[in-house]
Each structure stands twice: as structure tokens, then as C-alpha cells.
């Protein structure tokens, strides 16, 4: 069985701080680990996957995420953030072929940028 | 196409009535999923294909959902006799193969109000 659990349903930040988005996932097996991005009224965009690799993972528009397996978290930074970061964010968690790569998502958090 | 494309995008359905929503995958692409998203929460698994095959049915809802793939590419979900509780966001994905850490990309989601 997989989970994942979003500690925080809404995060709000000013313009040009840090972002923090905290995830935490549960596997049977070694996992696969994914953050995705929901801009209003579109679909759901990859931001970066964690597969084995290398712990830090580094993604598109100035994200990355860190694995950590002792603690069971996968969460998402970003340095500074744009107003365009306004969106909904959901971890996401696979285990792979062994269970038809099927996701598993976290309840989401939603992202306010104030100016 | 350049991504996964569904239609209806918007589909609006008295109580009762049948509905059929579309999915295009990549082109070349082995593995589909459907997804279900509730407002204000996650999406959830609703079955998954490889090729022509239905691997993994077991998020349907009910035997009122039903969803084929007939030829491994394109794939229509059914629901019948709607409900209220079905009103969601359908998201089809796919993945180039069932390989662990493949991208799964999103289509836009095809949005169903039930009235």
C-alpha cells in the first residue's frame, strides 16, 4: 500500500521569500516520487521526479525537492517566489511496475504569492 | 499530438443521463490512466490500461463506470445514469511504457457537472 500526506493545505508567501511545501509518503517498496503543479483551470504539470537517483532533485522554474528515506519526506523548495507560483501543488507517490505504476496523490496545498 | 487531448472539455448532464468522455494520448504511448478529482482535492485512480488491455480497474466507483481502449490508443471512459456525486474533473494520463519512474503526463481534464 502507498500514501501521501501534505502537512499543509494552503501556504502563504510574499514575493521574492521561500517557498516550503512538506510531504510525507509511505511505500511497501522502494517508491517513486513526483510534485506536480495545477494552474486554475488546466492540467496537472510535472514539476520534478525523484527515482533513485540522486536525493536532491532539481525540476523546472527554480524547484527542488530533497529525498529523504529516514524521515519519509519528499519536500518542495524554491528560493524565491514568483507570482506566478500561485497554484494548487500535489506530491505524489508510485511504486512502480509492481503496482501498474499507479499514483498515488496528497490532498494538495495551494499556494498564495502575495506581492 | 503534441500532448494528451480530451474532449468534452466541459460537459454538463441531467441526473440519469449517459455521458462518454474522450482521451487521445500521446502518440506511441503504451500506458493510460483515468483519474477522478474531486473539487478541492487530489485526483484519485480510476483504471488503468496497457495497450488494449485493462490492467487495473479497481478504483471505478461502481459499476456504472466503464471504460474501454479498444485499439491501445485512444480511450473512452462511460458513466452511466449519472449521479451528483459523480460531478468531477476526469483526468486521462499516459506514459510512454510501464517502465518505474516513467513521466505520466496529464490531459487538461474533461469537467463534469451533473444537474
Known amino acids: 500500500a502507498q500514501s501521501v500526506t501534505q502537512l499543509d493545505s494552503h501556504v502563504s508567501v510574499s514575493e521574492g ?15 517513486s516520487l513526483f510534485w506536480y503543479v495545477q494552474h486554475p483551470n488546466k492540467g496537472l504539470q510535472l514539476l520534478l521526479k525523484y527515482t533513485s537517483a540522486a536525493t536532491l532533485v532539481k525540476g523546472i522554474n527554480g524547484f527542488e525537492a530533497e529525498f ?15 507570482m506566478s507560483d500561485a497554484a494548487e501543488y500535489f506530491c505524489v507517490v508510485s511504486n512502480g511496475v509492481a503496482a501498474g505504476n499507479k499514483l498515488t496523490f496528497g490532498g494538495g496545498t495551494r499556494v498564495l504569492v502575495k506581492p | 499530438g503534441a ?11 441531467k441526473r440519469g443521463q449517459d455521458v462518454a468522455l474522450r482521451c487521445d494520448p500521446i502518440s506511441g504511448h503504451v500506458s493510460l490512466f483515468w483519474y477522478q478529482q474531486a473539487l478541492g482535492q487530489g485526483p484519485e485512480f480510476l483504471t488503468y490500461f496497457q495497450n488494449e488491455a485493462q490492467l487495473d480497474k ?51 481534464g474533461s469537467w463534469l457537472t451533473v444537474v
Not at chain 2, 500532448?3 to 448532464?13: D, E, L
Not at chain 2, 463506470?65 to 468531477?88: C, N, W, Y
Open chain 1, 68 to 82: 529523504k528515506k529516514s524521515e519519509t519526506s519528499f519536500h518542495l523548495t524554491k528560493p524565491s517566489a514568483h
Open chain 2, 58 to 108: 479497481s478504483g471505478l466507483p461502481s459499476d456504472r463506470f466503464f471504460a474501454e481502449r479498444p485499439e491501445g490508443s485512444v480511450s473512452t471512459l462511460k458513466i452511466q445514469r449519472t449521479q451528483q456525486e459523480d460531478s468531477a474533473v476526469y483526468l486521462c494520463a499516459s506514459s510512454l511504457n510501464r517502465g518505474s519512474g516513467n513521466t505520466i503526463y496529464f490531459g487538461e
Open chain 2, 3 to 13: 500532448g494528451v487531448s480530451q474532449s468534452p472539455r466541459y460537459k454538463v448532464a
Open chain 1, 17 to 31: 521569500t521561500p517557498v516550503l511545501l512538506r510531504c510525507n509518503y509511505s511505500s511497501s517498496y522502494s517508491p
